[in-house]
């Protein structure tokens, strides 16, 4: 688990996203120009505007929006989070194969003790991101916020940072010490009580670290 501030850049914009404004700027669009002049002479310009709103609808020709949509998705199995319903679906293509109910971040913040002007937002970032590494046994190197949270002081120690069993079989990482990985608190999936990293089940964690490549397509929103 990360440190929450570090976030992947705010450019990349998720699939879902893109796609409702594909679908947006499919709409017939009547200009501004006309719409005032109709607002100030109604009488003057009714059959004007009528042509004009009638021409936009013969022109607004259906658009390919499902072919449009498949140019979109990322090529062959890739991983979509919803951190709202805190969902995770693999896909391939736009066949769903696999989903799982998932955890993600808290938004509750932190604040660093030891410096007012240092503290942290526990929240899973969003955006387009690959999966970089898969590891088996994982173990956490727990950072500060970790110990500042349990009231422990911070140690000094690399070796006193390494905590195991708690991140469950398996890790997928996606970058700035964030991952998909196990939990032990089973009861709570489906809740955003995350530090910023992505909780599954055992079950549904063991069909991504055997099933999904490393390099595939993690879409997050």
Same mark, same amino acid.
């Given at each position: !688990?990360?440190?929450?501030?570090? *976030? @992947?850049?705010?450019? #990349?914009?998720?699939?879902?996203?893109?796609?409702?404004?594909? !679908?947006?700027?499919?709409?017939?669009?009547?200009?501004?120009?006309?719409?005032?002049?109709?607002?100030?002479?109604?009488?003057? @310009?009714?059959?004007?505007? /009528?042509?004009?709103?009638?021409?936009?609808?013969?022109?607004?020709?259906?658009?390919?929006? *499902?072919?449009? !949509? #498949?140019?979109?998705?990322?090529?062959?199995?890739?991983?979509?989070? /919803?951190?709202?319903?805190? *969902?995770?679906?693999? *896909? +391939?293509? +736009?066949?769903?194969? @696999?989903?799982?109910?998932?955890?993600?971040?808290?938004?509750?913040?932190? #604040? /660093?003790p030891r410096d007012p002007n240092k503290g942290w937002v526990f929240e899973t970032p969003r955006g387009v991101y690959t999966i970089l590494n898969k590891i088996k046994n994982p173990v956490w190197v727990k950072p500060d916020w970790a110990f500042i949270e349990e009231g422990e002081s911070v140690p000094t120690k690399p070796k006193d940072r390494l905590e195991t069993g708690v991140l469950g079989d398996y890790a997928l990482g996606f970058g700035n010490g964030y991952f998909i990985h196990g939990t032990l608190y089973t009861r709570l999936l489906g809740t955003n009580v995350t530090h910023g990293c992505i909780r599954l089940g055992d079950t549904d964690l063991e069909y991504l670290y055997r099933h999904v490549p490393t390099g595939s397509t993690l879409i997050i929103y």
């Open positions: !688990m990360p440190s929450p501030n570090s *976030r @992947h850049s705010i450019f #990349q914009a998720p699939f879902v996203k893109a796609l409702l404004w594909l !679908m947006l700027i499919t709409l017939p669009v009547i200009t501004t120009a006309s719409l005032a002049t109709s607002l100030t002479s109604p009488k003057k @310009h009714l059959q004007k505007n /009528d042509a004009a709103i009638s021409t936009a609808k013969v022109s607004a020709r259906p658009f390919p929006i *499902r072919t449009s !949509m #498949q140019g979109l998705a990322p090529k062959g199995m890739y991983v979509v989070v /919803d951190t709202a319903q805190n *969902r995770l679906e693999v *896909r +391939e293509g +736009e066949t769903i194969i @696999h989903t799982a109910v998932a955890s993600t971040g808290s938004g509750a913040s932190l #604040q /660093d």
